[in-house]
């Protein structure tokens, strides 16, 4: 419950102004709370310039107790294919920062199999010490196994922070993990800090699309867990020098039961599997009018080393495959440079690109919505307007 | 087959609009929809009903109003609603909400498949479908586009979607999916279901019919804190190119120069 310290409150009605929920308001010079409306998100409880907010916890806490006993940072390597998936190095750099700060030490999960090799690599990118876990029932992925023998490591060794990717993989298996470690997950974050004050972990991410962006700390309980989003943070130029312990786990018989089993694994590298983690984006909507018209999205997308993107109503009429789909039922992305063609801007569209860096459109329709986002506007035909863009960087670039 | 659909009410992007002094959401206009994922898993429900009989009942945690979502799925052909509503479940995080979720599952008893929408469109975690089949003691596949159900009636076989393409899994029932907008067209309400729809009551369940422990619902139970929120300011360097179509083109390559991205 929200509670209001009326000897503290001041009637100034910071708290009035900061709820989304219209739960707080001033009444004869003090905070009343609505407590239905209430959503305890705290929001206000951090904005009081009294301190006269506070959000009362009924009964017991199911905290963890003893937070020092908890120490180190878990970075959980993701190998697919043989190779070792960005996010990984990215997210080893970042830990190397968060360690520094915590004077912890960094430590590498590898899971899979036939992987041992990989262990160097992530010492050479920033671990101090690598578990690796090198079993025939890890050759392909299923969540119970990665999931419980992850959650069996965690609690054994007790670390203080495990980040993932938010990966497919990382995504599916790694809220198994927190769950049964009873501990908080924040899912998708572009940013990690260490709270000066009490070395909290502060896991920032985008929610609504990107539209809002929140700052999230898990103050009681450990570890504290997040999955990050690939290609947000930087990798270190790898270290051929660093030393660090390589330490194999064989993990017990009970860990390795599971009850999905993967009939085949098809590599697929069709349109639209690697938007997620895609630098720049060419998204072909409605404008282009009939199939073939496609293909000069996809030749530009092809010049800049990019992917192709698409729009519901491109997808509706069949001219690309679902998987292209950015928007609230599609892909979220946030790439470097994101072209919208013969796009109109639809919210729904809109909340799945908004958060890329530069974004450029070009549509017929000066008043497309489209238009509010962008950073660089082109008014005119695609068919017109990106066989001459297309033209021109290749002459750019000496082709 | 029994199956449990948990659908979410959430905000429809249309209506939201971002107050970027105060870094929240307008809560004035703001609609509620059900979340597009959980179309497509009631639908896929729906569709094994049809095709193999039993019942599909749609669960959600919420606020009072959130009967509504309750109600349209109803429309669209679930045969009954379950409303999982109580101050002390207000501010979960996923770790509380899972909790709650499964408590209900249990007290409904015996369930062959628990399907869920690959995330909600507020939060964007897809951790509660996950974390569901951990507390439930299910096998969980996440991102499913395409779900067969064998001859015996219990083995299924799905498709999941990965970066690199796709797996297909077989597992038996009792089981949790979450699926992608892929995996189906849902269906239109019927004028039928419009009238049961409204005149069905939904059982509203509180804490205390749940038998469940204060402590892991709600703020309490949840491991996670807000500390604060912003709206992310775009670049506000909107540029409208003039001029013929090579001008245009011009002036964008030399901004990308600038950019450093050609
Ligand atoms: C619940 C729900 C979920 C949805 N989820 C998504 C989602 O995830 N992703 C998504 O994209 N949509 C989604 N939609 C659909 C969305 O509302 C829009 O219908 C869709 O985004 C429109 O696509 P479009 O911009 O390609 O087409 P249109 O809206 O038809 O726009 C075409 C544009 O092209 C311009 N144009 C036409 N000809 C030319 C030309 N020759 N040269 C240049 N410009 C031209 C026009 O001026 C127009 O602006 C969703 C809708 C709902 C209700
Ligand atoms: N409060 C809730 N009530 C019912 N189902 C929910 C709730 N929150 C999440 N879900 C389900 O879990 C899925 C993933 O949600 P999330 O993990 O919040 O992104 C949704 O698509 C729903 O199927």
Redesign the interface.
């Known amino acids: 419950m929200l509670k209001v310290d009326t000897e503290k409150c001041t009637g100034c009605g910071e708290c009035e102004?900061?709820?989304?929920?219209?739960a707080i308001f001033v009444k004869d010079g003090k905070a009343v709370v609505d407590?239905?409306a209430?959503?305890?998100?705290?929001?206000c409880v951090?904005g009081c310039p009294e301190g006269a907010l506070e959000?009362q916890?009924?009964?017991?806490?199911?905290a963890t107790t003893d937070l020092s006993s908890w120490k180190g940072i878990w970075v959980i390597a993701e190998c697919?294919?043989g190779i070792l998936a960005s996010v990984t190095l990215e997210l080893l750099a970042k830990a190397r920062e968060l360690a520094g700060e915590l004077e912890a030490e960094v430590t590498a999960v590898l899971m899979g199999r036939g992987i041992e090799s990989k262990a160097q690599e992530l010492i050479f990118h920033g671990a101090d010490r690598v578990l690796v876990v090198d079993h025939q029932e890890l050759a392909?992925?299923?969540?119970?196994v990665y999931?419980n023998i992850l959650a069996d490591l965690a609690k054994r060794e007790r670390p203080e922070i495990i980040l993932a990717g938010a990966?497919?993989?990382g995504?599916?298996?790694i809220?198994?993990v927190?769950?049964?470690l009873?501990?908080?997950?924040?899912?998708?974050c572009t940013g990690l800090d260490i709270r000066a004050e009490d070395k909290a972990l502060?896991q920032t991410r985008?929610?609504?699309?990107?539209?809002?962006?929140?700052?999230?700390?898990?103050?009681?309980?450990r570890p504290q867990m997040a999955t990050v989003r690939p290609h947000v943070m930087k990798a270190d130029i790898p270290d051929p020098g660093r030393k660090g312990e390589v330490i194999r786990i064989v993990p017990r018989e009970n860990l390795l039961e599971?009850?999905?089993?993967?009939?085949?694994?098809?590599?697929?590298?069709?349109e639209g599997?690697?938007l997620?983690?895609a630098d720049?984006i060419v998204t072909a909507g409605r404008g282009f009018e009939q199939k073939e018209n496609v293909d000069l999205a996809k030749e530009l997308a092809h010049l800049l080393g990019g992917a192709v993107g698409s729009t519901r109503a491109a997808v509706d009429a069949g001219w690309l495959s679902?998987?292209t789909?950015i928007g609230?039922?599609?892909v979220?992305v946030s790439p470097?440079?994101y072209i919208a063609c013969g796009v109109s801007g639809a919210?729904?569209h809109i909340?799945g690109m908004?958060?890329s860096?530069?974004?450029?459109a070009i549509n017929k329709d000066?008043e497309a919505p489209i238009?509010d986002?962008?950073?660089?506007?082109?008014?005119?035909?695609v068919k017109?307007?990106l066989p001459?863009?297309t033209k021109?960087?290749q002459k750019?670039?000496g082709l | 087959m029994n199956i449990v659909v948990c659908i979410k009410q959430v905000p429809d992007a249309k209506s939201v609009r971002y107050d970027t002094e105060k870094g929240t959401l307008v809560r004035e206009g703001l609609e509620a929809i059900i979340n597009p994922f959980d179309f497509h898993a009631l639908e896929a429900g729906l569709q094994l009903k049809d095709a193999y009989g039993g019942e599909v009942t749609v669960l959600s945690m919420g606020p009072p109003q959130a009967e509504n979502a309750l109600k349209e799925a109803l429309s669209l052909g679930a045969d009954k609603g379950i409303l999982l509503s109580d101050r002390a479940f207000a501010g979960a995080d996923t770790l509380a909400t899972t909790y709650t979720l499964a408590k209900a599952i249990e007290k409904l008893g015996p369930v062959d498949l628990v399907l869920c929408g690959k995330q909600a469109i507020d939060g964007d975690t897809a951790q509660v479908g996950p974390g569901l089949a951990v507390r439930l003691g299910l096998p969980c596949v996440t991102c499913v586009n395409e779900l067969n159900l064998m001859d015996d009636g219990k083995t299924m076989q799905v498709r999941r979607v990965n970066e690199d393409g796709y797996d297909i899994l077989e597992l038996e029932m009792p089981a949790l999916l979450t699926v992608l907008a892929s995996i189906n067209t849902p269906r239109l309400p019927s004028l039928k279901g419009k009238m049961r729809a409204r005149k069905a009551e939904i059982p509203i369940w509180n804490a205390l019919e749940l038998g469940a422990k204060p402590f892991m619902v709600g703020l309490a139970g949840s491991a996670t804190q807000v500390v604060s929120t912003w709206v992310p300011t775009f670049d506000a360097r909107r540029e409208m190119f003039g001029g013929s179509a090579e001008e245009q083109v011009d002036a964008l390559v030399s901004r990308l120069k600038v950019a450093g991205i050609l």
């Open positions: 102004e900061s709820c989304t929920f219209e407590q239905d209430c959503t305890m998100c705290g929001i951090n959000l916890v009924e009964e017991g806490l199911y697919r294919g392909t992925f299923t969540d119970e999931g990966t497919a993989m995504r599916s298996y809220p198994r927190a769950t049964i009873e501990t908080g997950l924040t899912a998708d502060l985008p929610a609504f699309g990107g539209n809002l962006m929140a700052t999230i700390v898990c103050p009681e309980h599971h009850r999905v089993q993967v009939l085949k694994s098809v590599n697929e590298q069709t599997s690697n997620g983690e720049i679902s998987r789909q609230q039922t599609g979220t470097k440079l919210i729904q909340v908004q958060g860096e530069i974004i450029v000066a238009f986002v962008t950073t660089y506007g082109l008014v005119g035909d017109e307007i001459l863009l021109r960087i750019e670039r």
